[in-house]
């Protein structure tokens, strides 16, 4: 007997991926390096800490979800876990590669996630999640 998958209210991860997007956004715009880091920070603090340590994990369930009417729809944890464990790394790559003073690698990297976010967010198409699927079926 095995146990049951956990799962996550839908809207977590793509708010998550919103806020990492617009954040990447941001940065690229002022062109402030540290708010990657900081992204990456706020993904791995959520991944490996859990949904209590998650900046806009918490944001979302304290100022968004409470006024939300009707059922909250649910998807299996582990595919938007995996993505969110890739965007750490890419980041956590991403600013690595600014402290090494390869800044435009930096931005290309940290432009990726932030496409792959945004389409996330607006489309509900998430690259990392189809990889996991991939990798498991």
Do not use: H, K
């Not at 920070?41 to 009417?69: E, K, M, S, V």
């Not at 890739?86 to 790559?93: D, K, N, Q, R, S």
């Not at 090494?100 to 931005?107: E, K």
């Amino acid at each position: 007997m095995t146990a049951p998958a956990a799962v996550v209210d839908v809207n977590v991860p793509r708010f998550n991926q919103a806020m990492v997007a617009v954040l990447l956004a941001v940065g690229f715009v002022v062109q402030w390096w540290p708010l990657v880091g900081l992204a990456a920070a706020i993904l791995a603090a959520t991944r490996f800490g859990g949904p209590r340590w998650g900046l806009f994990t918490r944001g979302y369930l304290r100022w968004i979800r409470p006024r939300l009417n009707g059922p909250i729809a649910t998807e299996e944890a582990n595919p938007p876990r995996f993505a969110q464990l890739l965007g750490t790394a890419f980041l956590a790559l991403a600013t690595g590669l600014f402290l090494t003073g390869w800044t435009a690698a930096g931005w290309g990297v940290a432009l990726i996630v932030f496409a792959l976010a945004l389409l996330a967010a607006t489309t509900r198409i998430c690259v990392g999640c189809l990889i996991y699927q991939r990798a498991v079926s």
